[in-house]
């Protein structure tokens, strides 16, 4: 099983991010390979990555997404990067599983009124983790 | 020529996003038909529309990004929905022209970096007109 987590770099960033992408990336290692397992280093987050153009990861990642059996997307961050891999996701027919923090912010009805993937909304770290498990029971 | 223009409805918002929708929704009747005309109501914003599902918004919307000739995304403003617009409309193979007004902060290499859409950014609306032109042109 091929994992793509998708989560913001460049976008919004929330003072937990880095641990609970941490935590979910450690996590999604019990269900099989996470592609982009480089994704849980925290000097990521903001800047990306520097040493690639941004055709390069563009093109990196975009093949992950696309070789991914699953991909688990954390959208309690804004993030147009997200967003994109998203709606490739879905024209290539993927397993999508999006998750946010629980939070009265309105969420985008381009994900919340998709029926081509799984939207859940977490109170705990914990929560998210039994989400996912129930993702992969139903592959 | 059908024309779907993409902007930040539930995502981040700029003091002068509603101005520089208008202005370039506006523009764009110049060159076909606007189907999001109404994203140019500045009561949308934030909250998103009240009166449909968000499974009818999403599928509304998708119907109409797949039915158009012309992709215009205003990615100013960091949203989960653009980004997942430009996803779904770079599978389709849509002429894609994202535009943002200029700025130091890092856009995703998801846009930055595809080289499926022409990205541009401006200084000023009239600038913004000036690169929307350019684009049709080459149509």
Redesign the interface.
Known sequence: MKIYYAMS????QNTDSDKVNTALIEFLKNFGEVLTEHFSNPALT????TKL???????R??SWLLSADAIIAE?SN???????????????NKKILCIRKESP???????????KLTFKEYSSIEVAKTFISEFFKQQ
């Open positions: 770099i460049s976008g919004e903001g800047i990306g990555e153009s941004d055709k390069e990861i563009h093109d990642d975009i959208v804004i993030s147009l990067g997200v967003g994109y891999e998203i709606g490739r996701a879905v024209e290539n912010k309105r969420l985008s009805a381009m994900i919340s009124g998709c029926d």
